[in-house]
């Protein structure tokens, strides 16, 4: 079945970068657009990024010029590079499929970065 394995959190200081990975079985990222969400600690789920199939990308105002996403084909995973972390970007961050239009399929189990 679809499944969408992150890995990558982890606890850094306010300045810093991270990067994480999704790793996708049983269906080939390249087909898809893939979008990147988080939840931070009392705040709603939010868009963060997504990459579109032909490789087109598009980020929210609050991580726009800090954070790339990425899509490696050959490894069939997509990336997320943040870099200079700000403690508001403390939160879940989830590996999500497009199915369509503002909808989404598949999900991940999230992966925690926390920025001190």
């Known amino acids: 079945h679809v499944q969408l394995v992150e890995s990558g959190g982890g606890s850094v200081q306010a300045g810093g970068s991270v990067r994480l990975s999704c790793a996708a079985t049983?269906?080939?990222?390249?087909?898809?657009?893939q979008a990147w969400f988080r939840q931070g600690p009392g705040k709603e789920r939010e868009w963060v990024a997504d990459?579109?199939?032909?490789?087109?990308?598009d980020y929210s105002d609050s991580v726009k010029g800090r954070f790339i996403i990425s899509r490696d084909d050959a490894k069939n995973t997509v990336f997320l590079r943040l870099n200079s972390l700000e403690p508001e970007d403390t939160a879940a961050y989830y590996c999500?499929?497009?199915?369509?239009?503002?909808?989404?399929?598949?999900w991940g189990q999230g992966t925690q970065v926390t920025v001190s």
């Open positions: 999500v499929r497009s199915s369509g239009y503002w909808s989404f399929d598949y």
């Open positions: 049983r269906y080939t990222v390249g087909r898809y657009c």
């Open positions: 990459v579109a199939r032909d490789g087109t990308t």
